[in-house]
């Protein structure tokens, strides 16, 4: 099969994240003329590095655009009681407009209970039950940070996705799931593959759009896209020699796409990027209350 030559442009995530914070930034300075400051509670519980640094991250980002944040860190002994106490502390605190709990949290706390305990108003992060059925029916509420980044990325392109068919490959509740109904909200038709889907390049060769986000390397190769699809991908691995990769390979593929985001830099800034979009939201609308 001979593979028809694109060599895809790059989605540059962490250009397209300056862009965005720059705008947060501004309407930050809106919001504070009128005395409302955006403020984010960022709970870590135990001493978990990657969680340590993802915290971190957050908390710069906010610091950056203006956003306060309200870093609370808790021993792994806190028990799953006094967490929820905390939230519901936090639910009713009226400088703090997005609350956000880093997982994975300690064995004995249900991050199920954590999540729904946040109040839907404040679910920045857009996990909870409340927030995955607004995103469903298609009512106005705060979208899961990755997946909403990924579709600022496929904006990015200029490509309009009405008509076209996209295929993401997971389906899990903070990534493959509501990237499917953010892709249906822009009219695109969409299919989804997971680890029982018995052929997913029979998939894949027949899309305009593929979003991979399996957490499994080279999960899409060359062979199985289209020419001139878009490509995202949501992948956080390492390869045989330790460095960063995601879910697609990049060499093969950006031969074949018209555009494709690169792992570091694509996906990645975008999350954290969103998550401010979205704090930023929750204080507009608690201004107009």
Do not use: W
């Not at 806190?78 to 949290?105: C, K, T, Y």
């Not at 679910?123 to 298609?138: F, I, K, P, Q």
């Amino acid at each position: 099969m001979t593979i028809q030559q694109h060599n895809g442009r790059l989605i540059d995530g962490i250009a397209l994240s300056a862009q965005l914070r720059s705008s947060v930034a501004s309407r930050v300075l809106t919001l504070k003329a009128r005395g409302v400051t955006p403020g984010l509670a960022v709970i870590l519980v135990g001493d978990d590095p990657a969680s340590a640094v993802y915290v971190r991250n957050k908390v710069k980002a906010c610091s950056d655009t203006g956003v306060r944040s309200v870093f609370e860190k808790y021993e792994a002994t806190l028990s799953e009681a006094d967490l929820l106490a905390r939230i519901e502390a936090l639910n009713v605190d009226s400088s703090v407009h997005g609350i956000l709990v880093q997982m994975p949290l300690p064995r004995h706390i249900a991050p199920h209970k954590v999540i729904e305990a946040i109040s839907v108003s404040k679910d920045v992060d857009g996990y909870a039950t409340l927030s995955a059925g607004e995103l469903m029916t298609g009512a106005p509420g705060f979208r899961p940070c990755t997946p909403y980044g990924c579709m600022k990325l496929i904006e990015s392109t200029g490509v309009d996705l009405r008509g076209k068919h996209a295929v993401v490959i997971g389906r899990s509740n903070t990534v493959g799931k509501p990237m499917a109904l953010l892709l249906l909200q822009a009219n695109a038709t969409v299919t989804i593959c997971h680890s029982a889907t018995r052929d997913i390049g029979h998939h894949t060769r027949q899309a305009d759009v593929v979003v991979a986000a399996v957490g499994k390397r080279n999960v899409l190769t060359a062979d199985m896209v289209k020419p001139g699809a878009i490509v995202i991908d949501v992948g956080m691995n390492r390869d045989p020699q330790g460095k960063l990769c995601g879910d697609v390979d990049f060499a093969s593929v950006k031969q074949v796409a018209s555009f494709i985001t690169p792992v570091p830099g694509g996906v990645g800034p975008m999350t954290i990027t969103m998550l401010l979009v979205n704090t930023l939201e929750a204080a507009e609308r608690f201004s107009f209350l």
